[in-house]
């Protein structure tokens, strides 16, 4: 059986992205992002707070170094993948990240009282197209 790996997150980033580049000179970016969940349970309305770590290569890495702050919400598009790595006193560690194949920018938040007066449509991204494979 074949499996199936794709991840779509819509969050904050929780930092300021790291750009580094690989000794081969491919940039590569990672940032934590935040994804709430709002449910009710009986009368109470509870918020839950996943903590995901993003990892972007390319081109597009370069952008989120250059554009992503701490805060700024992202659409990201990519593939589940774990990592795993033995310390130097010889534990055995793992994580899952996130792939990121497509990262887009969402707007900022305008507050109250804003320029445009169009604060209710703050939440909604950018023009989205699906990435061709």
């Given at each position: 059986m074949t499996g199936f790996n794709k991840v779509i997150l819509i969050g904050n980033l929780t930092k300021n992205p790291e750009l580094r580049y690989t000794p081969s000179g491919?940039?590569?970016t990672s940032f934590g992002l935040a994804?709430?969940?709002?449910?009710?349970q009986g009368d109470e309305l509870k918020d839950e707070v996943c903590y995901v770590?993003?990892?972007v290569f390319g081109k597009q890495a370069e952008h989120c170094g250059?554009?992503?702050?701490?805060?700024?919400g992202?659409?990201?598009d990519g593939r589940l993948q774990q990592r795993r790595w033995e310390t130097e006193d010889g534990q055995k560690?793992?994580?899952?990240?996130?792939?990121?194949?497509?990262v887009t920018f969402l707007p900022k938040r305008q507050e109250s009282g804003g320029e445009s007066g169009q604060a209710g449509q703050a939440?909604?991204?950018?023009?989205?197209?699906?990435?061709?494979h």
């Amino acid at each position: 059986m074949t499996g199936f790996n794709k991840v779509i997150l819509i969050g904050n980033l929780t930092k300021n992205p790291e750009l580094r580049y690989t000794p081969s000179g491919t940039p590569v970016t990672s940032f934590g992002l935040a994804v709430n969940r709002k449910f009710r349970q009986g009368d109470e309305l509870k918020d839950e707070v996943c903590y995901v770590d993003i990892v972007v290569f390319g081109k597009q890495a370069e952008h989120c170094g250059q554009y992503l702050n701490k805060g700024n919400g992202v659409i990201v598009d990519g593939r589940l993948q774990q990592r795993r790595w033995e310390t130097e006193d010889g534990q055995k560690r793992s994580k899952h990240e996130v792939v990121a194949q497509t990262v887009t920018f969402l707007p900022k938040r305008q507050e109250s009282g804003g320029e445009s007066g169009q604060a209710g449509q703050a939440d909604e991204p950018y023009e989205y197209e699906e990435p061709s494979h």
